[in-house]
């Protein structure tokens, strides 16, 4: 038992009102936006919505959930995010596990992969190959140059690197190859560190919209991200498949509102479960001896 002295009841007072404040500066532009796509036409229009809808109206949900496009764009993203994560998992868990562990050339592979990390190919030679490779206009174009995040591989080989030797060599004594080891050893002690690496693979990929814009030609396959920035930030509402008289009393901003936040609920569904992971995933085998 120790006895809390003022200035630390001060600091901590202060660091939790402004964590509290900065808090509610990241929920308010949610909030606003969730206001909007419930608000009327008329009212949005004026810019008088702030933080509770004016003139209830759930309209924009009703003709967002019924546009056959941003369906559509809406399954090419969860496919390319399952895919794309569990690709980008399998490669990082596989090369953080080699780097891990002793061999020689072991210093040579580890800088080749520091180094893709200060020199890359560049946007042109990246779109060149993507192209040679005919992968334009589909799934793989989104998934295959994103792959493998040397990041989170550095990240995951420091988590493997942290766990007890000794674990794996009493397996390799009763029988247990290298596969086996990772699998029933190194992953099941690396939940935390897994469900960190996973969450940040699942926000890459389901908040991308660059690639979406270069790769795809056709805007039917676009993914989310993509889609909602054609309509947001060019102000194109041509490819809403929503009819001009619908959009006058609906109002171009309680669409726009309404697809953002349905764009953002999965994100928001998920991090949940996978929060009490995050902390402990981030400190996990930072501290290296």
């Known amino acids: 038992m120790y006895r ?17 404040l900065i808090s509610i500066l990241c929920i308010l532009p949610l909030v606003h936006v969730a206001a909007v796509s419930l608000s009327s036409s008329s009212a949005a229009s004026a810019n ?77 030679p990246t779109y060149l190959v993507v192209t040679n490779l005919h992968l334009t206009n589909t799934l793989w174009a989104l998934i295959l140059p994103s792959a493998v995040n040397v990041y989170n591989t550095i990240l995951m080989m420091q988590f493997f690197r942290a766990i007890p030797k000794e674990l794996e060599e009493a397996a390799h004594i009763d029988g247990a190859g290298y596969i086996r080891s990772l699998l029933t050893i190194y992953l099941p002690l690396s939940l935390p560190s897994l469900a960190t690496l996973s969450l940040f693979a699942m926000v890459w990929h389901w908040n991308s919209w ?68 995050f902390v402990h995933g981030l400190t996990m085998g930072a501290v290296k001896e």
Request: charged letters at 10%.
């Open 4 to 20: 809390k002295t003022v200035t630390y009841r001060w600091f901590t007072g202060l660091n939790t009102t402004l964590l509290a």
């Open 48 to 124: 008088q919505v702030y933080f509770w809808p004016i003139g209830f109206n759930a309209e924009a949900y009703t003709r967002t959930l019924a546009n056959p496009l941003f369906l559509n764009s809406l399954v090419i993203s969860v496919e390319r995010t399952l895919a794309g994560t569990l690709l980008s998992m399998a490669l990082t868990v596989s090369a953080a596990y080699v780097l891990s562990r002793s061999f020689s050339g072991r210093s040579f592979y580890s800088w080749f992969f520091v180094f893709t990390m200060l020199f890359n190919g560049g946007l042109i």
């Open 210 to 277: 660059f690639d979406g814009l270069i790769y795809i030609t056709n805007y039917r396959q676009y993914p989310l991200a993509t889609f909602l920035q054609t309509i947001i930030q060019s102000g194109d509402m041509r490819n809403t498949n929503i009819d001009p008289g619908t959009l006058q009393v609906l109002s171009e901003r309680t669409v726009r509102s309404s697809q953002i936040l349905i764009g953002a609920l999965p994100i928001l569904l998920v991090y949940p479960f996978l929060q009490r992971f």
